[in-house]
């Protein structure tokens, strides 16, 4: 069965220091999709990034980076120089390939950026 | 307009009440999703609908009856629901490849509707 974890529930951090979400899926396919969405506190889910289970580089989008390692099924993604902007639940989602449109997402981890 | 709008933004009802959770997308994509977003919990699926057919129920009560008149539009009607029915539901909408391509794409989610049930 296909499963992501999110073991963090909440970070806290100060202001630009660096912060890392991690996220661990399962899945038996070969072909999958992983997700990164954030939602902030007006609650509309926000899409980050797309990587399919072929794909291993990591991708960097200025101040946000993603490290993709198949050999460990994580999905950790890092917010460098962190904002108060940044604060907002973000959440991990899986979707196996063959289009199916269904995407299983992670608990999510709420991240509080301090001034 | 542009994205994914949901209304209303709020929405408050009685047990007995008959109300509707309207959706609708301008992104060109075909296919659009109902997701119910409860405290403490993941995003549950709740359907999916692809060029207008359901193509996913995720065992949701019958007291949730979505509705897909066309590839922009999603209802989802409520009727005799309960207080555990509280929650954010969610629309999304995406592309769809089709069966032989074989790619899942990212969805695009609207601003929710908050439903209080009393």
């Known amino acids: 069965a296909q499963k992501v974890t999110q073991a963090q529930t909440e970070i806290s951090v100060v202001e630009k220091e660096d912060v890392t979400l991690d996220c661990v899926y399962e899945?038996?396919?070969?072909?999958?999709?992983l997700f990164w969405y954030k939602q902030p506190p007006s609650g509309e889910l926000v899409f980050l990034i797309r990587?399919?289970?072929?794909?291993?580089q990591n991708e960097i989008s200025g101040r946000y980076s993603w490290n993709f390692q198949k050999s460990t099924s994580s999905f950790n993604f890092t917010i460098t120089a962190s904002q108060v902007v940044d604060s907002a639940v973000y959440f991990c989602?899986?979707?196996?390939?063959?289009?199916?449109?269904?995407?299983?997402f992670g608990q999510g981890t709420t991240l509080q950026v301090k001034p | 307009e542009t994205g994914v709008t949901q209304t209303p933004r709020h929405l408050v009802m009685g047990m007995t009440n008959k109300k509707s959770l309207k959706c609708e997308q301008h992104?060109?994509?075909?296919?659009m999703y109902w997701y119910k977003q409860s405290a403490k919990k993941p995003l549950e699926l709740m359907f999916v609908?692809?060029?207008?057919?359901?193509?996913e129920n995720n065992s949701v009560p019958s007291r949730f009856s979505p509705e897909c008149p066309n590839s922009s539009h999603l209802f989802l009607h409520l009727h005799t629901l309960q207080p555990e029915d509280s929650a954010l539901y969610l629309c999304?909408?995406?592309?769809?490849?089709?069966?032989?391509?074989?790619?899942?794409?990212?969805?695009?989610f609207g601003p929710g509707t908050r439903l209080t049930v009393t």
């Open positions: 999304a909408s995406s592309r769809k490849g089709g069966a032989s391509a074989g790619a899942s794409y990212e969805q695009y």
């Open positions: 899945t038996r396919d070969t072909t999958y999709y």
């Open positions: 990587r399919n289970s072929f794909d291993e």
């Open positions: 989602a899986l979707s196996e390939g063959g289009d199916t449109g269904k995407l299983i």
């Open positions: 992104l060109g994509h075909n296919a």
């Open positions: 609908y692809n060029f207008k057919e359901q193509t």
